[in-house]
């Protein structure tokens, strides 16, 4: 099955580090550009972090800038986000999602055609 | 970055209504706009990207229209399994923003 499974979350302090990984299967996971979104449960998304096919582009939300890191790992078809320096506003679900490149005579899009379950993150003392 | 307003923030409606959702953003991003409906606990799932451009195998009642920054997703003869949150996303530039959500109740 063509499927991202995300794993890691869990209860931190605040100021505490978790390690979120996603794990890729049944499709080329070295061809697609990667995504994390979150979202505060019963709230809205919010895009976090992205990384290209080949890891040497990495784009971050302003406010997890400087304390997120994300990476990739072809050979495990895994991506991996490093959360430090967590803050109670950082609780949420994690997704990553995968981002498709489409192009026809119309022109060119950008889409999240697949989304892992997510994982839950809670940044409480 | 781009901002995105969905409205209505909540609908109600009835199974067999027609329905639309509006998305509109601060700065023209041609029709680099996507469309996914969330179920409570789940993943979102792509209905339309492109602003117009059918996901395969949605159900061809979902519909997407607009370009600039003016777009809509129509929704035709409501079923059950409608009833969900409805969110828009560009993708003209990062920040990949999302508007705030349209919850779809009965």
């Known amino acids: ?125 | 970055d781009i901002q995105m307003t969905q409205s209505p923030f909540l609908l109600s409606a009835s199974v067999g209504d027609r329905v639309t959702i509006s998305c509109r953003t601060s700065q023209s991003i041609t029709t680099y706009l996507n469309w996914y409906q969330q179920k409570p606990g789940r993943a979102p799932k792509l209905l339309i990207y492109a602003a117009s451009s059918l996901q395969t195998g949605v159900s061809s009642r979902f519909s997407g229209r607009g370009s600039g920054t003016d777009f809509t997703l129509t929704i035709s003869n409501l079923q059950p399994e409608d009833f969900a949150t409805y969110y828009c996303q560009q993708t003209y530039t990062i920040p990949r923003t999302f508007g705030q959500g349209t919850k779809l109740d009965i």
């Open chain 1, 1 to 125: 099955d063509v499927q991202l499974v995300e794993s890691g979350g869990g209860l931190v302090q605040p100021g505490g580090s978790l390690r979120l990984s996603c794990a890729a299967s049944g499709f080329t996971f070295r061809n697609y550009w990667m995504h994390w979104v979150r979202q505060v449960p019963g709230k809205g998304l919010v895009w976090v972090s992205r990384m290209n096919s080949d890891g040497s582009v990495r784009n971050y939300a302003d406010s997890v800038k400087g304390r997120f890191t994300i990476s990739r790992d072809s050979a495990k078809n895994s991506l991996y986000l490093q959360l430090n320096s967590l803050r109670a506003e950082d609780t949420a679900v994690y997704y990553c999602a995968r981002e498709v490149y489409h192009y026809d005579s119309r022109g060119e899009d950008w889409y999240f055609d697949l989304w892992g379950r997510g994982t839950l993150v809670t940044v409480s003392s």
